[in-house]
């Protein structure tokens, strides 16, 4: 926008109305300038995409304690013709702040003049390197895969035939396969750190093995029952649930050790902040320690304090900014999984007989009325729904002879 208007408004050409007047390079506002946003807007050109997309409404107050709007997005009448659509959020519903988010969408094809290609999501990998734990997990998961199949062993054996120059289109072969096999480890093992959670609770090392342990229990219980359950599958949640031993035999006891995890987890999710809260505390620790082995000595003790408080200063900065994409996430997809958020249905308003019958939303031409209560929502679906469903009341099988058979 600022481009677009200092090219076409040049402050040296004379007579020129921008407001904006250039003193070495620096652009300073005129003296004969209010330096009112109105007298800005009508001396660049400037255009309101939101006042003029949504004319017809009284445009809500940006600010909570104001009634007024004061924050607005501004664009060139050339890149006007781009904007496809504008809007505002409710207050707290995407920055902790107390004026409202506005959005303006454009036309890239339009705004760039270019063909414009769709990005792909970056595919994210399960390893996070500024967590040690899981780096150490990855390891050795991966080297005892690599062990298996004596990767090493025959890797040196292709580097003795490279050097004798004995080497054949067999052993190309017998190389790509090695490397195929390394690299399903290497996903294998990033596959071992993936972390499958419900959105409703914040994870933590303490609430996973809850969830793990209730998992191994219940299996326990339908095995008592006599259900067949897979060894592996069983040994799985044993060995994430970090359950010491298991000498429980008898149903009774199974049923007691499933009601103990059961109310465990509760309780863990119940307090699910708090234990985020401590294992990042835990987690910048153990990244300063892994970063600075030297810090673990108690004559550094308060060096490491301070370096571990930065590191939980990032951390929340990480965690915050990972919560805001989630909202923004949701915000731009508001009924995905989600029940049903608006209806339009005719304005009965519109009483222009060119717009149509009324009675007939295939037919009608008119304005159209946008309904977010969620009571109005149920009233009027449960009316539609109504003349749906009464739809055969007039058939001789809905009123005729044919009803009492």
Known sequence: MALDANTTYDPDTPGSPHPLQYKEGIPTLDKKHDAKLSTLIATCNLVDPLAKQHSSRPFPASHIRGSERIDFILVSQTIEKAVTASGCLSFYSLFNSDHRGYYVDFDAKILFSDPVYEIAPRSHRKLRLHDPKSIDKYRTF??????????????????????????????????NTLDDITTAAMLSAENQLSRSHSVKFDWSPKLERAVQAQRYWYLRLKQCKGIMISPSRLGFHHREADINSDTTSTLTEVVTSLSAATTTLRTYQKDHTNLRVSYLEELAEAIILHQSPNLSFSSMESIRRDRVEKEIRQLIKRETSRKTFRKISRLLSPTQNKGLSRIDILDARATNPSFGNPKDPKTWQGPWTSITNPTEIAQIVTKIKSQQYHQAHNTPFGSGPVVPW
Not at 145 to 173: F, G, S, Y
């Open 142 to 175: 991966l080297h005892h895969q690599l062990e298996v199949h004596k990767i090493q062993e025959k890797l040196t054996a292709l580097k003795e035939h490279a050097a004798k120059a004995t080497w054949t289109t067999a052993h190309t072969d017998q190389y």
